[in-house]
């Protein structure tokens, strides 16, 4: 009993919902189940016909220069958006169907989820129109290869991907004592150009040392100050150099001379000293505290407990963030294996772990994209640099739970007849199936009605 | 089975195991108390410097530099308020309430929360506390609660949460109601039943259920279809202004009625402008005509409950007094909020303005605060909804005695 309850929390938590036959497989070792995921290479996605994002982003660059002339006419402002819009959105379709058919077909699961982690934690939201054909490719480019490296690489990658910097707008940053930006207080007092802060701050308060690691304001502008020039590449109106749409750092922004930060003084010159920067961000213990969190909040509880956190940490720390490491950590605590159903599955969790239950194919058009904009997720969207909340109170409100309910209706009478839920339940769920779901299956009126009701099941709501 | 809508099953009650009836849990106030109140939170943090410029302040114009707004009178200029404020001239609706008295302004206010975080800002505004964190329920829910006890009764709701999950500023103890727009058909008779019974052991789920189908009773009663299928339109903008106006509609809807919740919540997005923010034109110019543009239908579908509506709109810092590098306004501290509707006593600007010299500035950068967020709201709260001030000032806003109530904020 105690081995198969282990089981479903593998598929369940771990990964992204239990195919008919796993729990079988994963039968009485769910452990090494999970960590033979972590070999055989970072977690690709077949991206047949996916584009990369610089190539994708050149044609925005070329699309803006071609009407560079009337750019603050707001006639041309609004064609340029619409054809931008005409120019991202095949292309955000594409990137959102394959990630999605990638959980749902993976059979590294947990490697997936994972993936899903760090994408959220390195968040871009695609409300941001800037940003809505790229955020595919860098889930892809910037996430993905890094997965089973170290945060420390993958905090590099991030950073310097072009659709971070145009996120928090990092790519015009301007340092006031750049050679850019002394010829510009030369010559047009009227036109402000100047630091923005925006990645910076986020970078220290979201992606490394969390809003409580220490840091203060005057570190947020040094830290500004030292990222100026991190930019992209493609000639840009004023901005010229660099291959169109991948990273490029524009010395002629960069802010000069030494820089502390934390305490520490950083007299690199150029590109190095960001780098040397995010090294030290990246294994700060202040980051290794916060990863630690937001790992063990998604993996164990909304509210895990202070002692299980700190040991991870200590992992961290002393593997200086190796992730691989981290995640045996995690398979190995007791903490995860302790209850089922720790957690409410997100609305992206919940019709993953539907599509994989039922074997749904993943078919551009046919209504999973908008299926999952409808329960809340839109992909890619959270809304904000912090990512999709990760506590039940955030995505159990009343109505999300009628969107789930309908939509379990919809698919019961699409598939009802397809599928025999009373025998499909347990292999789903494995021993968290209750008796009361059980009874409920066996006795529905109608196979429509007995697929709804295991797909809006309390145990099936949750992970 | 037939599907029939789901109104027409609320009325018949849920029947769960066994044979117990369940009346319908969400039921409201009786009429005892007809004083409504919306808040609308405004999420990214709202240029209060562009939405309420201050052109009469010498120091305005260099600070904004091109996207400053013109005084009254140009093209593009403010809507003119007084000798040293307007509006941002996209705020036509906002402009003619205060002309007829039922708009109040505040500038130079902000919260207690003093450093630049969206997340913890947000917290902040919403929890009621000084400190982010600090507590896991909303200063709005904790007034639900502390309603003086002839507007409240077993098992009633007083307030709705209109959009996908209840923000934090409505959350806690007093139960809500939630409710937002749907796309799918209804589902049936006895799968619902069956479906109250699976929930029947999981409060959650169980309450959560029953509140979902009566609130939809309720926001739908009487309207014709809203936007279309739920086609796959990509354009973040196209959704969210189909989804302001169902909520919009939902809100008026609720609060128009005689038995309805007294107390709605919903929340607007975008007011981040970091880059390419735009003066009188742009960006940010176009989120407030829309949000002007949705409050002017929440008046006129309100229709009589207008007169005893108060509309408070808070964001949860504003920006910088400068531009920043790339044509926009990073995060700052005091901005504007806006008290709205027919029970205010408006037609006047509330603001102890500290101007904008490098001297007067916060940390040399920000529109320094003057007024406490929780002065206006703990004058809402009191004069519009009756609470006890020694509610407000200990389970409402805790350790916030020193935070006096605005006075006279509303019509006799």
């Given amino acids: ?463 | 089975m037939s599907t029939i809508a789901r109104r027409t099953f609320l009325g018949t009650g849920l029947l769960a195991a066994g044979g117990a009836f369940l009346a319908p849990r969400l039921t409201f106030a009786a009429a005892a108390g007809d004083s409504r109140l919306i808040v609308v939170l405004m999420r990214g943090a709202l240029d209060g410097l562009a939405a309420v410029p201050p052109h009469g302040d010498h120091d305005y114009a260099g600070l904004r530099a091109e996207l400053a707004i013109a005084p009254p009178g140009g093209a593009n200029g403010a809507l003119p308020l007084d000798a040293l404020f307007g509006l941002h001239p996209k705020l036509d609706f906002l402009h003619e309430s205060y002309g007829a008295g039922e708009l109040t302004v505040f500038h130079a206010l902000a919260t207690a929360y003093r450093e630049r975080s969206h997340f913890d800002g947000q917290d902040v505004l919403e929890n009621g506390s000084a400190r982010a964190h600090a507590l896991q329920s909303g200063w709005l829910n904790r007034a639900l609660a502390a309603q003086p006890r002839e507007r409240r009764g077993p098992g009633r709701e007083l307030g709705v949460a209109l959009g996908q999950n209840v923000p934090l500023v409505m959350r806690g103890p007093a139960a809500v109601a939630s409710w937002s727009p749907s796309r799918l058909a209804a589902l049936d008779e006895d799968t619902l039943q069956r479906l109250a019974d699976l929930y029947a052991a999981d409060p959650l789920l169980s309450q959560r259920l029953a509140d979902a189908l009566a609130a939809d009773a309720i926001a739908t009663a009487g309207s014709s279809a809203s936007d279309g299928e739920g086609a796959d339109g990509m354009l973040a903008r196209d959704r969210g202004a189909a989804r302001y106006g169902e909520v919009i509609h939902a809100a008026a809807a609720f609060l128009a009625r005689d038995d309805g919740p007294r107390v709605a919540v919903f929340d607007t997005i975008g007011w981040d402008t970091h880059a390419n923010e735009g003066g009188a034109q742009g960006q940010l110019g176009a989120r407030l005509a829309a949000l002007d543009a949705g409050l002017r239908t929440l008046k006129a579908q309100l229709g009589p409950a207008w007169g005893r509506t108060a509309i408070v709109m808070l964001t949860e810092f504003g920006r910088t007094a400068a531009t920043n590098g790339t044509r926009g306004t990073d995060h700052g501290t005091a901005t504007a909020a806006f008290l709205l509707g027919g029970a205010v006593r408006g037609g006047r600007v509330v603001a102890d303005w500290p101007g904008l010299s490098s001297r007067a500035l916060y940390q040399q950068r920000d529109l320094a605060p003057t007024l406490d967020a929780r002065a206006l709201l703990k004058g809402v709260l009191h004069e519009h909804l009756g609470i006890p001030e020694r509610e407000l000032d200990s389970s409402v806003f805790p350790e916030s005695a020193a935070v006096r109530p605005l006075r006279d904020l509303f019509r006799a």
């Avoid at chain 1, 630690?292 to 720390?317: G, M, N």
């Avoid at chain 1, 839109?378 to 409100?397: E, L």
């Fill in chain 1, 1 to 463: 009993m105690r081995a198969t309850i282990d089981a479903a929390i593998a598929t369940n938590r771990f990964g992204f919902g239990a195919r008919p036959g796993e729990l079988a497989t994963v039968g009485s070792d769910p452990r090494a189940w999970l960590t033979a995921q972590l070999t055989g290479g970072p977690p690709t996605l077949a991206d047949d016909g996916l584009r990369s994002s610089a190539d994708v982003l050149a044609e925005v660059i070329a699309l803006r220069r071609a009407n560079r002339a009337a750019e603050t006419d707001s006639a041309t402002q609004v064609r340029v958006a619409v054809k931008l819009g005409q120019l991202y959105r095949p292309v955000y379709v594409s990137e959102a169907t394959a990630r999605l058919r990638g959980a749902v077909t993976s059979e590294r699961p947990f490697l997936e989820r994972l993936t899903h982690f760090w994408t959220n934690h390195f968040a871009i939201s695609v409300d941001k129109l800037a940003v809505l054909g790229l955020a595919g490719g860098f889930e892809r480019e910037a996430i993905r290869p890094h997965v089973l490296g170290s945060f420390t690489e993958l905090l590099l990658a991030v950073e310097r991907h072009p659709a971070m910097l145009l996120y928090l707008d990092n790519h015009l940053s301007v340092g006031p004592n750049s050679i850019l930006g002394q010829r510009a207080a030369r010559r047009r007092r009227d036109v402000r150009i100047g630091i923005n802060e925006n990645l910076a701050r986020e970078i220290l308060e979201l992606h490394t040392l969390g809003v409580d690691g220490g840091y203060t304001q005057a570190d947020v502008t040094a830290f500004a100050h030292v990222i100026s020039g991190w930019s992209i590449g493609g000639d840009n109106g004023r901005l010229r150099g660099g291959d169109p749409g991948q990273f490029y750092f524009r010395a002629e922004l960069h802010e000069p001379g030494a820089k502390t930060v934390l305490s520490r003084r950083y007299d690199e010159p150029g590109i190095e000293q960001g780098e040397a920067v995010l090294r030290d961000l990246a294994v700060h213990p202040a980051t290794a505290h916060h990863i630690a969190t937001k790992l063990a909040r998604h993996f164990i509880a909304d509210e895990p407990d202070a002692a299980t956190i700190e040991r991870l940490a200590r992992v961290f720390r002393d593997g200086r963030g190796d992730l691989p490491m981290l995640y045996r950590a995690l398979i190995d605590s007791r903490e995860p294996w302790s209850q089922p159903l720790t957690k409410y599955k997100t609305p992206c969790e919940y019709l993953t772990s539907a599509y994989r239950g039922l074997q749904l194919p993943v078919i551009q058009g046919q209504g999973a994209l908008a299926a999952l904009e409808l329960l809340g997720q839109r992909t890619y969207s959270p809304g904000s640099p912090a990512g999709w909340p990760d506590r039940a109170a955030d995505w159990s409100g009343a109505s999300a739970l009628l969107k789930r309910v309908e939509w379990a209706d919809a698919v019961g009478q699409r598939l009802g007849d397809q599928r025999d839920a009373a025998e499909l339940a347990p292999q789903l769920l494995g021993t968290t199936l209750t008796g009361t779901t059980r009874t409920a299956l066996k006795h529905a009126a109608s196979a429509p009605q007995a697929l709804t009701l295991l797909l809006a099941a309390p145990e099936f709501l949750r992970r």
